[in-house]
Structures are given as C-alpha cells and as structure tokens.
C-alpha cells in the first residue's frame, strides 16, 4: 500500500499542475448533457484526468480506470482508479475554491484508499489503512478526526446544492433535515465532505451522485470516524443519495428520518 500511497499523491500533483493554469481564468465550457440540463466540463477537468490516466497505466497497466471524462479501462487484476479530475466544475467555472481532485483505488469491492486534492489553497485529504490525514497550506500533516454530534439540531449540514434533489420525497425529506438542523450550507462539493472528516462539518447529504464522486471520499471519511453510506444504508461505493455523518449516532437518526 505504501506504493499504492505514493502514486495517488504523485496522481494529485501531475493533476493539480494541469489544472491550477486555467483556475480562474477564461475557460471555454462544453456542456456533456443533452437536452435541458447542464452538465460542464473545461479543457483543465480533461486534461487532469489525462495525465492521471498516462501515470497510472505507464506505473500499473493491470489496473484498471473508471474516470468522469473518459471511458472506462477494464482491471487484469483486483485493483481499479476511480477518478474525478474536478469535483465541482461549476464551483471552478465561478472561481471558487471548493472544488478538488477526487483520487480513489478499488480493490475488488472495497474502497481502500481516498484522496481529495485541492491545489489552489494548497491542502490535501487523504486516507489509507484506517488512518486519515490531511496537509494544510503551511505543509504540515495531522491527523484527521470528525467531532461528536448525537443531535440533529446541534448538526452544521452541507449539500451542494438544493437543486439535487429532484422527486418530491428527495426534496420533503432534505427540507425536513435542514429544518432540524442548526445550520445548512450549500455549495462545497468534495470540500464538505473533507471538513467533515476535519471536524467542522457534522452532516453531507446529497442525491445523484456517481461512482467518482464518492468513492475517493469514503476512506477518508471512515478512516476519521464518520459513516458515509446510501439513504437507504447500503453502501455508498456506487453513488446515488449519499448521506455522511461525522458521529455514527447522527448517522443513525438520520437514515430513520430519511426512511
């Protein structure tokens, strides 16, 4: 696994190198879904994941690569990169920084390593054999913990945005949780989910989400204490409606609200 380590942070270095030249700056936007919706992509998202891709199989080439931009490599063996170069290009498009490079490794059906990458501001999140660490702008690295919060009315909750939640009962059961809770945030992307793994989120509930968006992020969130699973409590490694709780008793209490 050490080896395993090095390459997600040599992945998220070549990535945010690629990147960081087009953060805000004039971008040309294509949008990925047909009809109504919007659904952005840049040249940086693009060309992260490229580089990600050329490292990964000159390094492993029995691996496989699941990743938002670019069709999927079969695996030879057990273990598979699942890749979002940008995780909230919106946020990107905006000149927010709270967007990051989601970095994830398979083994089989197991999330085993995560690693959320935010060049711009210089941190980055990561996790492994049940450690989570995080290394801020100043270069020094600790220890990652999420805080306790048995109460929904003392919980800080973040979504990205109220526009996820699409059917009525999505929407009544978000509207429930966010009249309960002390305080809602939206907008944060990856980024919440590391503050909730950091200790300054205590609750991430969001709907529609893919394989990419969520895999890098649940070692680093179990690795400091959280549960991160599906609305239903299944697991959350194939996406969909995701809910993540820095205290497994607040995790608890809201997949019965949510059910």
């Known amino acids: 696994m050490p080896v395993l380590l090095e390459t997600a ?144 009315a003392d919980a800080v909750l973040s979504s990205t945005s109220p526009e996820m939640f699409k059917t009525a009962r999505e929407k009544a059961a978000f509207a429930s949780l966010s009249g309960q809770a002390k305080l809602t945030r939206y907008g944060a992307d990856c980024y919440a989910y590391a503050m909730l793994a950091a200790g300054h989120i205590d609750l991430v509930v969001e709907a529609g989400l893919k394989e990419v968006d969520i895999v890098a992020l649940i070692p680093i969130i179990e690795a400091a204490g959280g549960v991160v699973t599906t609305w239903d409590g299944g697991p959350a490694i194939g996406g969909g409606n995701i809910v993540a709780a820095g205290d497994p008793m607040l995790h608890a209490k809201v997949l019965r609200s949510l059910r």
């Open 9 to 152: 942070h040599a992945l998220a270095d070549a990535a945010g190198q690629r990147i960081l030249p087009y953060f805000r700056k004039a971008l040309r936007v294509e949008n990925k879904e047909q009809g109504a919706g919007f659904d952005p992509v840049t040249e940086a998202d693009k060309a992260a994941e490229r580089v990600m891709r050329k490292a990964i199989r000159a390094r492993f080439p029995e691996h496989g690569i699941t990743g938002e931009e670019y069709s999927e490599q079969a695996s030879e063996g057990r273990y598979r990169w699942v890749l979002d170069p940008i995780d909230g290009t919106r946020a990107f498009m905006c000149g927010l920084p709270s967007w990051g490079v989601l970095i994830g490794l398979m083994e089989h059906d197991t999330a085993v390593l995560g690693m959320m990458d935010q060049p711009h501001t210089r941190e980055r999140f990561w996790a492994t054999g049940g450690k989570a660490q995080m290394r801020g702008p100043d270069g020094r690295m600790r220890r990652m913990q999420t805080r306790p919060c048995g109460a929904l």
